[in-house]
Structure formats: structure tokens, C-alpha cells
DNA sequence: ACCCGGCGAGACAGACCGGTATCATCGCGG
DNA sequence: CCGCGATGATACCGGTCTGTCTCGCCGGGT
């Protein structure tokens, strides 16, 4: 193999210390107001060590929105919404339930896509396009779930029932509790209305 | 009167200048992209004649939100409601139709009021406050909608709505130019749902 | 044995930020 | 006519940010 674990580094590679620091600091306090020293200093690694992995901080948030892809979007949300539901259907109300759980976590972190989105200006900034991108392939998820339950149109279901969700966060990051139940009595209309069974 | 027109000054006292123009950049660029260097620059005035009429920038911002209250929420957003419906159930609907010819707009800049909530992490923080109370205005003209039109649980439904309002919101941000009819459609489902005559 | 590349540590550069201080000017009221 | 308060212009301060540079260490392959 390339390299052994039998290695001093604690854990994994330098470059994978840096990430997951990176993930953690991000996901939860933001882009902006999470600064490179601060991630240095939280994972012990050298300045240079961080800009020999990633040519800038803007390369490091377009691999922490892959990582984020990665893990919140499939890892965590289609799986949970595979594990609650049996049918399309279900899968797609799902999302609201394991959404609920989310949302009355203590430390509650909102969407970064949205929030990434959001604090970038720039309409052509490539750290906004990768958000809106992963935001799209979210989309892409619930436009398969809705195709499988038999929805004529399956892209504007799509871009519907993704407005329910973001909604539903931005209401959960004003101190909305019950913004998950909120949007699924309305993803459970919006179903009904496309002739699918609830 | 207090202060004739004919004076140097082009318009205003120089507080209503500085807001006016704070306004214009804050509501297009957020309020971290512009620094107060260029608010001064972009208005011709002194810094030390800014913080006169304003602590800090906290306090500029927070002004900013009231006008922003002043003038997107209650004279444009509410009037329109009411100019283009005459029922209850009209006017909530309406705001969809409104938020139309918004998110159409070349420079569309979003809510002011999420970007902000959004944008400052610190929970407690005086902004995000103010932000957050700003939406809850809103939804209470909403709620006052929906007593009119004769809905049960009218806060309920006003969380639910709201939810539509903020979602298709970012859904603009996101790029889809047809957030608000996607939204006014389940809207409809909503109205229905609570046995208003659509 | 030796060198070399990755690494930690920290100084440093250059830009920008919010906020303060200074000074000349101008309009207006007494 | 004089003085005073508000203003404009500008320099400045301390802090923070991204990104670069240097130095010394250490471990592994040849």
C-alpha cells in the first residue's frame, strides 16, 4: 500500500485532517466568519501545509461543498429518507420527518447550500455556482422519487416539493420549531393534488 | 419649517442621505460586502458625519432593516396585495403574483431580512434580531389575511404560507424564474385545504 | 550515512475593515 | 460682524483577513 497507518499522524492524511476540521467549522459557523488561522489552529497544522493541499480558501470551500454533498445530502438525508420510507411516496414525506429531527438538534446548522448561496454575491462566483449545483442535485433526488411515484411533472413537482424544503429551513433557522410538520401537511397536499396516494 | 430645500445640500439631511444610500448598497450587497468607506465614497459625505448619526455600523444596519420594513414590506409588498385583490384570499395570492414581476427584475436582490438572519451566525446578536422580527411582521400581515378570510388556525396557516413566501424566495436566488407560480399553485392547494374559496 | 521532501511553527506582507482624531471651511444665528 | 456648530477631507489606529516566506525538525528511501 502507499502509505501505512502505522504512521505518527494521528488520523489520516493531512489534507483529510484539514477538510474535516474545515467541515466542521463551516457547516457550522459559516465561510465568511470561519478564517484560515482559525482551522490551522484547530486541527494543529501548518499554514503552508493547508495552501500546498488547497491553492486557496476558495478551493477548500468548493471541496468542503463536495464533502457536504457527500455526507449531509446522500449519506445522510436519502438515506434516512430510504431507511423511513417503503414507496416514493413515503420517501419524499420522509424528508420532512427526518427534517424535524434535524431541526430540534441543540446545535442546528441550517443548510450550508443555502447559506453559501446567500452570503456570496457574486453571480458568477464559482463558490455560488457549486452551491447552486448541489442544490440542484437535490432536486435531482426528489425528481426521481417523483417520477417513481408516478407524477406527471416530474420537474416542476421537483422544484415544488424543494421549495417546501428550503422554506421549511429558513423558517427552522428564524426559530421556527415546527417548520418541519408545517411543510409536510403541504407536501402531503401538493402529493394528493398529483393523484398519489398519501 | 425647520430646514428651507434652497439650502447646499442636494436632498435631505445628511442621516437621510447616508441611510438612503446604505440602503441602495446594503439591500443589493448585503451588509458585509459594503464596508462604510464606501457608503461615504458613494454619497460624498464625511465618515465622522456618519458616526454621528449612527454609533456603528450595527446601528446603520439597523436602520437599514426599518426602511427596508418601511418600504418593501408595507408600501410596496401589503399595497400591492391589496391593489391587485380584493378578498382576503385574493390579496394572499397576490403576493405570489407580486414576487412574479420581483424576481423578474435584472438587479433582483432577495429579502434583505433572510440575508441578514442568515449572514450573522451569532445567535443573540441585535441584527439577527431585528432581522427575525422583521419576518415575523410579515407573517403577521399574513395572519391578519387569513382571520379575514376566515381560516382556522390563522397563525398556523400564516407559518405555512410564510414558508411558501421564503421558499420560492431562495428558489429565485437559486435562479428559477418560475418560483412564483410555483408557489402561488400550492398556495392555492393551501387556501383549499382550509375550505377558502379559491 | 545522507539527503530530501513533507511538516510545524511563526514571522511577515499587503489589503481591508470599523472607528477615531485633526483641521479647515461654510452656513447661520446672535 | 463674529462665533459656533455641523460638515468635508484626510490621516491615522488597531485589528483581522488571505496568502507568502523562512527556518528547523524529522522520517524514510537509497
Redesign the pocket.
Known amino acids: 500500500m502507499a502509505t501505512?497507518d502505522?504512521?505518527?499522524?494521528p488520523r489520516g492524511?493531512?489534507?483529510d485532517?484539514i477538510l474535516e476540521t474545515a467541515y466542521e467549522l463551516f457547516s457550522r459557523h459559516g465561510?465568511?466568519?470561519?478564517?484560515?488561522?482559525?482551522?490551522?489552529?484547530e486541527?494543529?497544522?501548518?499554514?503552508?501545509?493547508?495552501?500546498?493541499?488547497?491553492?486557496?480558501?476558495?478551493?477548500?470551500i468548493l471541496a468542503f461543498l463536495e464533502r457536504r454533498d457527500e455526507r449531509w445530502t446522500r449519506a445522510w438525508l436519502q438515506a434516512e429518507a430510504e431507511r423511513r420510507g417503503a414507496t416514493p411516496a413515503e420517501r419524499l414525506l420522509a424528508i420532512f420527518d427526518t427534517f424535524e429531527g434535524w431541526f430540534a438538534e441543540e446545535d442546528f446548522e441550517g443548510c450550508s447550500f443555502i447559506n453559501v448561496m446567500l452570503e456570496v454575491v457574486e453571480h458568477d462566483h464559482p463558490v455560488r455556482q457549486a452551491s447552486v449545483e448541489h442544490l440542484a442535485s437535490i432536486r435531482a433526488y426528489v425528481r426521481g422519487l417523483a417520477e417513481a411515484a408516478g407524477v406527471g411533472d416530474a420537474e416542476g413537482f421537483a422544484h415544488q416539493w424543494h421549495i417546501l424544503m428550503k422554506g421549511c429551513i429558513v423558517a427552522a433557522a428564524e426559530g421556527d420549531r415546527r417548520a418541519a410538520s408545517r411543510a409536510r401537511e403541504m407536501g402531503a397536499l401538493l402529493l394528493a393534488h398529483h393523484g398519489v396516494a398519501g
Chains 1, 2 share one sequence.
Open positions: 501505512t502505522s504512521t505518527i499522524r492524511t493531512a489534507r485532517r465561510t465568511r466568519a470561519v478564517g484560515v488561522d482559525r482551522i490551522i489552529a486541527c494543529g497544522i501548518a499554514k503552508m501545509t493547508l495552501y500546498r493541499n488547497f491553492p486557496s480558501k476558495d478551493d477548500l
